[in-house]
Nanobody, 116 residues
């Protein structure tokens, strides 16, 4: 069994920063892609940022220059540093991991609320 535990969400004023973490634990063989998605009320879940096992990154246009994704392969953890937050960044943020034997795994979600 593999579990994804997210942390770091919360409430912040516009212009502020938050750092999300997602740690995978359990019997892990190998993890390829790691990423963050978000879902605002009434909207579809969308990709925020992703990082491949080799370190290549991909960002949604709306967060480029403000968010930074990184990973610690030794700790099986992915991070999302969010700076210059805007009210439109308000959403539930989900960690997504692709594990070699179990396929796509999702975290439980963590709420990020940005007030103007």
């Amino acid at each position: 069994q593999v579990q994804l535990v997210e942390s770091g969400g919360g409430s912040v004023q516009a212009g502020g920063s938050l750092r999300l973490s997602c740690a995978a634990s359990g019997v892990i063989f190998s993890i390829s892609a790691m990423g963050w998605y978000r879902q605002a009320p009434g909207a579809q879940r969308e990709l925020v940022a992703a990082v491949a096992s080799g370190g290549a990154t991909n960002y949604a246009d709306s967060v480029k220059g403000r968010f930074t994704i990184s990973r610690d392969n030794f700790k099986n953890t992915v991070y999302l540093q969010m700076n210059s937050l805007k009210p439109e960044d308000t959403a539930v943020y989900y960690c997504r991991v692709v594990e070699a034997r179990r396929g796509v795994l999702w975290g439980q979600g963590t709420q990020v609320t940005v007030s103007s």
